[in-house]
């Protein structure tokens, strides 16, 4: 069942990043937030999945002009299972010296969540929600 109201909408099917240095990012996808790799068509982009979701880093090229590229991203939303396990992430990053950008904080909604940052400044949000983290996103 579609929660869109449009028409034929099913929901987001992936999220392209131009990253810096593909390799770094790579891994920080992988041994970070453990995604899998779906596809690697070249060395200068990969797709990844955690299952439900793609993302899809393409790497910016060297000879790209300063201010060429302007970041319009505010965060990317990854679903966590329990609030338990939010703060126990955030642990886990800080252990791993990974940017906490915002700590954990309980919303007036019932959510949880900590913002973190990849190697290339994305913020990342690891978000407990009572409504989605019981569910199976399919």
Request: hydrophobic share 35%; charged share 25%; glycine share 8%.
């Amino acid at each position: 069942m579609s929660m869109s109201s449009l028409k034929g909408l099913r929901g987001m099917r992936h999220v392209a990043l131009k990253v810096k240095d593909i390799k770094r990012s790579r891994r920080f996808y992988q041994e970070i937030l453990g995604m899998g790799v779906v596809w690697e068509p070249d060395p200068q982009n990969v797709y990844l999945t955690s299952g439900s979701d793609n993302l899809a880093l393409h790497e910016l090229p060297h000879e790209s002009d300063p201010g060429s590229v302007s970041q319009q991203l505010d965060h990317l939303g990854f679903v966590v299972e329990t609030i338990e396990r939010v703060k126990e992430l955030e642990r886990e990053f800080q252990a791993k010296d990974i940017p906490i950008v915002h700590p954990f904080k309980i919303h007036r909604d019932g959510s949880a969540s900590f913002y973190c940052a990849d190697p290339d400044g994305i913020v990342i949000q690891m978000l407990y929600e009572p409504h989605l983290s019981g569910q199976e996103i399919k």
